[in-house]
């Protein structure tokens, strides 16, 4: 792309114009919409690349005029298959180390556990679908470019000039029609000649795609997923076995010329055309083909002005529902990728956190529909067929984090596909509690997982891989939707069913201690860390720890409260209120005043870890509250001391931190890591950076920012809880508390000025701004206004 340097400056007008044309473009009904993220430049790298998804259909642009290439993704693009063994180890096996932990030996039992009961190397990845290429059969010059996402109509627009002709591209990826449309348009006099071609990796050189034209005017890209990260099992298992997939793309044009060429296509002289792609796999329909040509031809009668309202239309009735507003529109001029650096530089840039906020739901959206999979630890989208973490769900904290914003952002629905997978990996929890540790009733899971829900151990070493508790954290998922969303035949037919199935597991397995005359989850590890042993070696397993404690009585607690809600009493509820009356608490204070991460007070090898595990107990659990005065300073403690340390790191620690400074009512610290977050974890495109790319440090940093505007785990519902001093005046519309109550709140110079409240269940609500408490009543459907002292407005 070459430029001349004294025109630089007219070309820098020419592009900010350009951008303000779109905003402007962008309104309709009074409504303007105002979160565009926009760049100067095509992406070089994938990171640099814009997502579009519906929910199961993925891609990422990259917005280059003479060779684009967008990489696609599908969610079930996954190896292997159902059948694939599910335990190892058994009962007498874990007694064994029972007596180990016991005789205090946490080292041979750290040995025994991988050996006994995990499968080592076990790795299956999520694959990339391929890659759409669009290559301009003559390199041109370019000028005036500008590469945008809009996430008001989740639609990626490419603009410039060459020749003086003007030139666009609009990519967006329909949940009305399930298709992936690309448009591109020109007024030049002799319009565009470029070619179209599909492409995927070979799967670690076996041949498993085959491409062809069934007609002028397509291409098919069809093949199985056969391999899994290319490692072996510890058990023979067939490698051409997976998801078989078929990919069609059809063009459209009423002028030029389109023509098929050994799998690719040849457009010449088209002013005006449009790519429709669609992907069907057999993991969603046994006749997947078929599925695929009937959803094609349905997409291919409408034009593109049909397809594009179809889709905005579908994504907007979700992502309308919260607008967050943070001052500072006027760096809407600078490109993105500027304003993240100026914010490096130290600048100031409220706005782009109210879009990076944004993003987060942009997002969840886009990579968790209602019947789709739900979003992994890269959302939809990755490019490779050996993923890093394999892409899949990690159920130590990075499945659940994803979720974290889905109901206090006001995006229930994109939560369903969390509990459609959560309720198979139930069904094989079940197997893996009985033939691994020869506990009958009940389900178990471990820390990860994928496409095909095994719930059984897998690790190389015990540190992360030999954790229990992974169904009791999706547990808190399935009882927080029911809180906000008060669906009492989700509760009957949903949440009592899952809870009790993780409820029994844990009755069962704990063990009752003579000495604490306690009972204890043993054996346990505090995910990825590790403790000094007796001997002054680090050690992973220990006796007890403060996360599965308190996992675990939440789960009892949820459990309980669900049979009182549904009127159930039984010998089961009885047998749990009497476990939980007695189980070994999960918040003990240490002597040095912080929050204990083991049933003991440990050294750590890693002060600084990570993972803030042993504070589950303030988020995402709810607990640990201000109230809870001796825990709530403990916890403020704890954190200090892992920050002295380097705690907090990048991605979804940070993103994490974000959320427990929010529920200390720690405007200040919020506000530090909100800065650190996008200094070092997010990538010029906005997604998030461990590093590499990890989706869930966007997911958490979005639910982060709702819990400083409003939170309402305590009995009431808490206005402006922990803002930050630099955003000192703005608006949030849309935001849900529990109860089904949804907030708008307005504030300046950072106090408050009013909030809204919309209620489905007419009753007295409290609300809490500062040190005011009011009861107000609220009417079933009704908007009802408080002003600053919390009274009604009139």
Known sequence: MKRDKKHSSYLRLLKVISVLLIIVACQEKEEVYKDILWYEQPATQWMEALPVGNGRLGAMVFGNPNHERIQLNEDSMWPGGPDWGDSKGNKKDLEELRQLLKDRDAHKVDELIVERFSYKSVLRSHQTMGDLFIDFLKDREVENYTRTLNLNNAVSTVNYTSGGNNYSQKVFASGADDVLIVELNTDAKEGMSFSVALSRPEDKGNKTVTISNPSNDEIIMEGMVTQYGGKKMDEPFPIDYGVKFETRLKTK???????????????????????????????????????????????????????????????????????????????????????????????????????????????????????????????????????????????????????????????????????????????????????????????????????????????????WGSWIHGGGWLGQHYWEHYNYTKDEEFLKNQVYPYLKSIAEFYAEWLVWDENTQKWVSTPETSPENSYFAKDGKPAAISYGAAMGHQIIAEVFDNTLEAAKILNIEDDFTKEVRAKRKKLFPGVVVSGEGRILEWNEAYGEPEKGHRHMSHLYALHPGNTIIESNTEAFKAAKRTIDYRLQHGGAGTGWSRAWM????????????????????????????????????????????????????????????????????????????????????????????????????????????????????????????????LDKSLSVVK
Not at 696 to 709: H, I, K, R, S
Not at 736 to 763: M, Q, Y
């Open 253 to 463: 044009s009423s002028s030029g010329s389109i023509k098929a060429d050994q799998g690719k296509l040849v457009l010449a002289g088209v002013k005006k055309v449009t790519l429709i792609l669609s992907c069907k796999t057999s993991f969603y329909h046994e006749d997947y083909k078929a599925s695929n040509i009937a959803v094609l031809k349905k997409a291919s009668k409408k034009s593109f002005s049909e397809l594009l309202k179809n889709h905005i239309k579908d994504y907007q009735k979700y992502f309308d529902r919260v607008e967050l507003s943070l001052g500072g529109k006027e760096l809407d001029t600078i490109p993105t990728d500027k304003r993240l650096q100026r914010i490096k530089d130290g600048e100031d840039d409220p706005d782009l956190a109210a879009k990076l906020f944004q993003f987060g739901r942009y997002l969840l959206i886009s990579s968790s529909r209602p019947g789709t999979n739900p979003a992994n630890l890269q959302g939809i989208w990755n490019e490779h067929i050996e993923a890093p973490w394999n892409a899949d769900y990690h159920l130590n904290i990075n499945l659940q984090m994803n979720y974290w914003p889905a109901e206090v952002t006001n995006l229930s629905e994109m939560h369903l596909p969390l509990f459609d997978f959560s309720n198979r990996l139930l069904e094989r929890g079940k197997t893996t509690a009985k033939e691994q540790y020869g506990i009958e009733r009940g389900a178990v899971m471990h820390h990860a997982t994928d496409l095909w829900v095994p719930a059984w151990m897998r690790a190389a070493k015990p540190y």
């Open 658 to 785: 974000i959320n427990l400074n929010a529920r200390l009512l720690d405007a200040k610290s919020a506000q530090e890591n909100i800065k650190k977050f996008m200094e070092i974890s997010v990538a010029d495109n906005l997604f998030d950076e461990h590093p590499p790319f990890q989706i869930d440090g966007n997911f958490g940093y979005t639910a982060g920012v709702a819990e400083l505007l409003m939170q309402s785990h305590e009995p009431f519902i808490r206005i402006l809880p922990a803002l930050p001093k630099n955003w000192g005046a703005g608006n949030v519309k849309g935001l849900k508390a529990r109860g089904n109550v949804e907030v708008d709140i307005e504030w300046k110079e950072g106090k408050l000025v009013k909030v809204g409240l919309l209620v489905k269940n007419e009753g007295v609500y409290k609300i809490k701004y500062g040190s005011l408490m009011s009861d107000v009543k609220l009417p079933k459907n009704e908007k009802i206004w």
